[in-house]
């Protein structure tokens, strides 16, 4: 993703004007979620492991929904393995950065 999608001025832009950007491993949202911490309680049922996921939240920390990786996108860099039982067919082909923006314009009203 960060070849591709993430790589786009536009969504560079919009996530920089917009969003909060951070990541974090499936390991250590679980071990936070284990001492008790409220966001990554939250979060921890949602992110599937080893799949790279965009959670999307409210100002106030409550997911809303997300983007995965290898169900969502189909431009993966070469050097990414993909489990293709995992893609959705999709009638319309976007590319990512469309994916993204469509997703971003249907639930946060940015387009």
Same mark, same amino acid.
């Given at each position: 993703? @960060?070849?591709?999608?993430l790589?786009?001025? @536009? ?6 004007? !917009? %969003? ?7 390991? &250590? ?11 990554a @309680? ?13 959670? %999307? ?15 969502? %996108?189909?431009?993966?860099?070469? &050097?990414?393995?993909?489990? @293709?039982?995992?893609?959705? !067919? ?17 639930? %946060?009203?940015?387009?």
């Open positions: 993703m @960060r070849a591709g999608l790589s786009n001025q @536009r969504i560079i832009r919009l996530i920089n004007e !917009r %969003f909060v950007s951070t990541w974090i491993v499936k390991d &250590d949202l679980d071990a936070l979620a284990k001492k008790g911490d409220k966001l @309680r939250q979060l921890n049922p949602h992110l599937q492991y080893p799949i790279m996921d965009l959670m %999307f939240l409210t100002p106030d920390g409550k997911y809303v929904n997300k983007l995965n990786a290898y169900q969502d %996108f189909l431009d993966v860099h070469p &050097d990414v393995s993909v489990p @293709r039982s995992t893609r959705k !067919r999709r009638e319309k082909v976007q590319t990512d950065v469309e994916v993204f923006l469509e997703h971003v314009a249907a639930h %946060f009203g940015v387009e």
